[in-house]
């Protein structure tokens, strides 16, 4: 059984939270059994509000989140508590290759949830760890938007590696512009 999933419901089998712990746990023959043979809604969510695709998102399970997204699995649900859909999971936990599969169908770089944290901030908040997510979030996209910023969810001291917030130069690219523009205004 997952470690947070719930396989049984007062003895009988629940298909949905079955779901969720055979995606939480990448067992893609259970989850295929309980697609075809269930009739499992597959966006149907457990008792935490999330659905089988945020477990698998969250977990690193690549395969289970392409078999949920061949099933029909909406990249768009917020779950219930945090109003975080299975990209934030995917970004808090760094876990690139669902990333890119849940940006590959349409997923919403930018969405926030409650709190106006998209999944570019849960993947900055892991600091040098999260760089490569980070990177990829941001060649998708991704923004330090205004909202992230006045909560106090931006961390200047990230510029150095990924750049300014919503700008295509390199941190210090600035100060070079500015020493060469000096050093050329000296010379007249």
């Excluded at 399970?61 to 029909?72: C, P």
Aim: net charge negative; hydrophobic share 40%; with cysteine.
């Amino acid at each position: 059984m997952g470690q947070f999933a719930i396989y049984e419901v007062e003895g009988t089998v629940d298909p949905i939270s079955s779901l969720h712990d055979a995606a939480e746990r990448n067992d893609l023959k259970s989850m295929g059994a309980f697609l075809r043979k269930r009739g499992a809604n597959v966006n149907k969510t457990d008792r935490y509000g999330r659905t089988a695709l945020m477990w698998a998102s969250e977990c690193g399970h690549v395969d289970a989140v392409e078999l949920l997204l061949r099933q029909g699995a909406d990249v768009d649900i917020k779950d219930a508590q945090m109003q975080r859909t299975a990209l934030h999971w995917a970004a808090r936990a760094l876990r690139n290759e669902v990333i890119e599969a849940l940006l590959a169908v349409g997923a919403d770089v930018n969405v926030q949830d409650k709190y106006m944290i998209n999944p570019l901030f849960l993947a900055q908040q892991k600091g040098e760890e999260g760089a490569a997510t980070v990177k990829l979030l941001m060649e998708s996209g991704a923004k330090f938007g205004l909202d992230t910023v006045t909560a106090g969810n931006y961390h200047p001291e990230l510029e150095s590696t990924i750049g300014k917030p919503n700008s295509e130069e390199p941190a210090d690219a600035d100060a070079d512009s500015e020493k060469e523009n000096g050093d050329s205004q000296d010379a007249t």
